[in-house]
């Protein structure tokens, strides 16, 4: 059992940043792909970024080169810096880890969640 709490969502104007950060349970952090994926009202759950075991990244096509996940396994974390948002961003963000061996690109092939955190970006 993996528990995942996410935080560091926000109000932000268009063109800020922000950071949010998932802390994992669990002493195998380092073992699993962790991914960020968002869901706005209306819209399927998607891919924003994912972090391999050693690190390689993978963005979805919108938020490359304003979005980086990173990990700290010495603390059970990975973040998601956001610059430059854009009101099209806004949406709840969640955390998910994924074991095994896969692509890792859809949410059914992730295991464990974290509850979400609302981003909202004003215009």
């Known amino acids: 059992q993996v528990q995942l709490v996410e935080s560091g969502g926000g109000l932000v104007q268009a063109g800020g940043s922000l950071r949010l950060s998932c802390a994992a349970s669990g002493r195998t952090f380092s073992s699993y792909v962790m991914g960020w994926f968002r869901q706005a009202p209306g819209k399927e759950r998607e891919l924003v970024a994912r972090i391999s075991r050693s690190a390689s990244t993978y963005y979805t096509g919108s938020v490359k080169d304003r979005f980086t996940i990173s990990r700290d396994n010495a603390k059970s974390t990975v973040y998601l810096q956001m610059n430059n948002l854009r009101p099209e961003d806004t949406a709840v963000y969640y955390c998910?880890?994924?074991?095994?061996?896969?692509?890792?690109?859809?949410?059914?092939?992730?295991?464990?969640w974290g509850q979400g955190t609302q981003v909202t970006v004003s215009s």
């Open positions: 998910a880890s994924a074991s095994g061996w896969s692509t890792f690109v859809s949410p059914g092939e992730y295991d464990y």
